[in-house]
């Protein structure tokens, strides 16, 4: 039989774009939390009127916050693969059944989408250089070897969702969800996946300069453990 699949999807101030993505995953997966993370717009309507499970926040808590909402409701309700996904159109629905496969096996704990695996992903160079040495940071600090540091699509098992303890609020999580798996010793992998940078998601996007504010958070996080 096939594992039961949540999608969990933050989401704040996306009412432009987060309709037509719970539309293109529920083709395939009708399993999906949005979590709208305060949005002052109709981000929560738009997501409910495509089938999408909703929960909010009252006010803009940060992304980690938002995931790790929607990640408790989705281990509540039952899934045995929780996939995180983006709101703003940048995943690809193509891309998932390849990572969930490794976790849906029981070969790793952890799937990780990787955009420098895939060569037909054009990073903007500023934003490729961030990333690279957003890697060798995590790296040197979290003692993992990965490709891609701060890719939103990723597939956990049950028993990993569960075991991972996401504090940052904000952006900051990223990091902390791969310092998480190497304290934990979870089995992972990374899986070529595709970014699609549109004017849409790179107006929406994190800037560069935002970086040294989430190594900030995420070193201040890790010495409060």
Known sequence: MSPVVYFVIPAYNEEAAVGDVVRRVRAAFPNIVVVDDGSA????????????????HL?????????KTGIDCAVARGAEII???????????EDVRALIEPVASGRYDVALGSRFLDRETKVPPLRKLTLKLGV???????????????NGLRAFSRHAAQEIQIRQDRMAHASEILDEISRLKLRFCEVPTR?????????????SSAAFRIVWDFLIGKSGM
């Open 41 to 56: 717009d109709q981000t929560a309507a738009a997501a409910r009127e495509a089938g999408a499970i909703v929960l909010r």
């Open 59 to 67: 006010i803009n808590r940060g992304q980690g916050a938002a995931l």
């Open 83 to 93: 996939v995180t996904f983006d709101s703003d159109g940048q995943h690809r629905l």
């Open 136 to 150: 060798v940071f995590t790296r040197l600090v979290s003692r993992i070897q990965v490709t891609d540091t701060h």
């Open 195 to 207: 970014i699609l940078y549109t004017d849409y998601s790179k107006a929406k996007g994190q800037r």
